[in-house]
């Protein structure tokens, strides 16, 4: 779901029941797969609750993402998606 919250847009993101992980985080990421790879962005780490608000940033245009997803991010201080895919889902 989209909503606004003080004038900000945010995706409500509920990922109730996920296993704990250790030594990794769940981040979400909005996902273009038009063209010939994927484009991602970076919504932001999911905390322990089953709901999550994340922002939108400005510069993201809705209508270019299609997919939302929740990996499992490691420790590891690469900013990009890991592959480890755990939710994924339409935008709708």
Same mark, same amino acid.
């Given at each position: 779901m989209c909503a606004y919250e003080r004038g900000q847009r945010r995706i409500v993101v509920r990922a109730d029941g996920m296993p704990v992980q250790i030594g990794?985080?769940?981040?979400?990421? &909005?996902?273009?797969?038009?063209?010939?790879?994927?484009? %991602?962005a =970076?919504?932001?780490? &999911?905390?322990?609750?089953?709901?999550?608000?994340?922002? %939108?940033? =400005?510069t993201v245009d809705l209508s270019q993402y299609h997919i939302i997803e929740i990996s499992v991010e490691p420790h590891d201080g690469d900013a990009g998606p890991s592959g480890r895919s755990m939710l994924r889902g339409r935008l709708s």
């Open positions: 990794a985080d769940y981040e979400a990421w &909005l996902i273009d797969d038009s063209g010939p790879g994927e484009r %991602v =970076a919504l932001g780490v &999911l905390g322990a609750g089953p709901d999550l608000a994340l922002a %939108v940033p =400005a």
